[in-house]
């Protein structure tokens, strides 16, 4: 099987700009997790996606949203970047929503704010 | 909300050595799974082993374990004969329903092995 894809790989935008980060989960799985990592805060929860629905939501401004595609694929969108927002994005994909699952993570999108 | 901490920033150990990484964590719930992942400089990171709270067996996958300490609220992993490919950035993870499912982190551990 394919592991978790994400594109594009690396981003540069500037600030007030805004972007959309794709991932597409291993084949068969429908949770979709999104994380930012940063070396100051670490691991950030951002959402999970189940089945096109948003399950849950970390403590993040409304700047960042997403979306999941009835192909079990999913968006995620910044408007009005700020440099803050620099970091590695990642996604991850488990089959089922529930806490026994592991996630399966992506390679990550780097995204650069100037 | 739930607290991982991984108190280590920072550990080396020589090839084929043991190493301990340690991780605490704070929840009052009952019901919770615990993770480590590790991070290889490539940044794609890779489940390494897995522990549900209500066992009270210690997970162990092949080289890796975990001593799981409930009372404590530990969960520490032990990597026998550390190998190269052994250095990473580890991760420690916990994860319970009543959390809405998600993941909370650690702040990560630079695992260095010296040949």
């Known amino acids: 099987k394919a592991g978790v894809t994400q594109t594009p790989r690396y981003l540069i935008k500037t600030r007030g700009q805004q972007v959309t980060l794709s991932c597409s989960p291993i084949?068969?799985?429908?949770?979709v997790s999104w994380y930012q990592q940063t070396p100051g805060q670490g691991l950030q929860f951002l959402f999970e996606y189940f089945s096109e629905t948003q399950r849950n939501k970390g403590n993040f401004p409304g700047r960042f949203s997403g979306r999941q595609f009835s192909n079990s694929r999913s968006e995620m969108n910044v408007s009005t970047l700020e440099l803050g927002d620099s970091a590695l994005y990642l996604c991850?994909?488990?089959?089922?929503?529930?806490?026994?699952?592991?996630?399966?993570f992506g390679p990550g999108t780097r995204l650069t704010v100037l | 909300a739930q607290t991982v901490t991984q108190s280590q920033p920072e550990m080396s150990v020589q090839e084929a050595e043991t190493v301990t990484l340690s991780c605490t964590y704070d929840t009052s719930e009952s019901d919770y799974y615990l993770f480590w992942y590790k991070q290889p400089p490539s940044r794609q990171m890779i489940l390494v082993i897995r522990q549900e709270a209500y066992k009270q067996q210690n997970a162990t996958e092949n080289r890796f374990s975990v001593n799981f300490q409930k009372a404590a609220k530990s969960f520490s992993l032990k990597i026998s004969d550390s190998q190269l490919g052994d250095a990473a950035m580890y991760f420690c993870a916990y994860r319970s329903p009543n959390t809405g499912n998600q993941f909370y982190f650690g702040t990560g551990t630079s695992l260095t092995v010296i040949p």
């Open positions: 991850a994909s488990s089959q089922q929503s529930g806490p026994v699952s592991g996630q399966f």
């Open positions: 084949s068969g799985h429908r949770s």
